[in-house]
């Protein structure tokens, strides 16, 4: 099973500044077909989690641009440039690669 | 606009059965690959099982894999969960979720709440 290990646990950040989120993987993402299968979830208090970005780097429909993933191999980043106030709540990454699926911890962003 | 729709959770004892069900629209429902996630009360995610979109492969996480079986209904756009030899660690809520190409769980449910409890 691979393990997927975010930090930090939590970050409280001043609406306007930029927000970081690391995700590392116990073994490599990327498949022989090139791709790294690494995902981002956000999840507000109370909803259910929405897709952020696909395959490390892919934003979603309807995703704003403040939103970015970068990384490779086993170690990937979640950024948001300027932290608004919707943007609270928990933060999760994904393995696609292999089953069992696997989240990490998540990552709690306060304002 | 896609829906995912979850519906049958309740309280059950532990050792007992519940099904629960997800309803889905707005897409072609047979094209794609479904999954249940689930959350323990303040707890993280969890994926719990996935089934592909014919129906011939499931697979499962390794702490539900022989109590719980995955199945649907592609006439009737709708996916199942039937869990057996329920456990207190199996309270949680239970999300259905959408695979896209090659988006991953592009759509979740608003979930259904599972408690096992005597």
């Not at chain 1, 932290?83 to 699926?101: H, R, S």
């Not at chain 2, 629209?25 to 014919?54: D, N, Y």
Request: hydrophobic share 30%.
């Amino acid at each position: 099973e691979i393990v997927m290990t975010q930090s930090p646990l939590s970050l409280s950040v001043p609406p306007g500044q930029p927000a970081s989120i690391s995700c590392k993987s116990s073994q490599s993402l990327v498949h022989s077909d090139g791709n790294a299968y690494l995902y981002w979830y956000m999840q507000r208090p109370g909803q259910s989690p929405h897709l952020l970005i696909y395959e490390v780097s892919r934003r979603f429909s309807g995703v704003p641009d403040r939103f970015s993933g970068s990384g490779s191999g086993t170690d990937f980043t979640l950024k948001i440039s300027r932290v608004e106030a919707e943007d609270v709540g928990t933060y999760y990454c994904m393995q696609g690669i292999n089953m069992p699926l696997t989240f990490g911890g998540g990552t709690k962003v306060e304002i | 606009e896609v829906e995912m729709l979850e519906s049958g959770g309740g309280l059950e004892q532990p050792g007992g059965s519940l099904r629960v069900s997800c309803a889905a629209s707005g897409f072609t429902f047979s094209r794609h690959a479904i999954s249940w996630v689930r959350q323990a009360p303040g707890k993280g995610l969890e994926w719990v099982s996935e089934i592909s979109g014919s129906g011939d492969s499931t697979y499962y996480a390794d702490s539900v894999r022989g109590r719980f079986t995955i199945s649907r209904d592609n006439s009737k756009n709708t996916l199942y969960l039937l869990m057996s030899s329920l456990r207190s660690e199996d309270t949680a809520i239970y999300y259905c979720v959408k695979d896209g190409l090659p988006t991953r769980f592009d759509a979740w449910g608003p979930g259904t709440v599972v408690t096992v409890s005597s």
